[in-house]
């Protein structure tokens, strides 16, 4: 019977990690055999970076170096832990640059920003069909 993310996560070959209070509290076994099997406790900064470590969004991309190779991370927040999915990108990931990630990210920040603004301006002049 599957109960929890980490269920479900020990189900996938894709690397992934479950962050809760900014240190990793379970890694599956793909995980594990690219981070070590050390992982469970170390922080997010030792692991990911500065910029992943202090990142508020719900969910993005970064390109970072994970145990000394470039990998494409993949992270959600969900209630007060964070998801992370990581794979190492291929020959044919070239677009998937560092630039084009964060412009990526930089007009999806900007979308989420507008939709929550107006959701807010809704609620505060009680229409109900706008928000």
């Given at each position: ?73 993949r ?37 989420h ?13 009680q ?5």
């Amino acid at each position: 019977m599957i109960s929890s993310p980490s269920d479900i996560l020990n189900l996938t070959e894709e690397p992934a990690v479950i962050i809760q209070g900014r240190r990793i509290t379970f890694a599956n076994a793909a995980a594990r055999a690219l981070l070590g099997d050390d992982c469970i406790g170390r922080g997010i900064r030792e692991l990911f970076g500065e910029d992943v470590a202090e990142s508020q969004a719900s969910f993005f991309l970064a390109a970072v170096p994970v145990a000394g190779r470039r990998c494409l991370l993949r992270i959600t927040r969900s209630e007060d832990r964070q998801i992370v999915f990581f794979t190492r990108p291929g020959p044919d990931s070239a677009l998937l640059s560092d630039v084009y990630l964060q412009a990526l990210r930089s007009g999806l920040m900007d979308l989420h920003l507008l939709l929550v603004a107006g959701s807010r301006r809704a609620a505060a002049l009680q229409d109900r069909e706008l928000s």
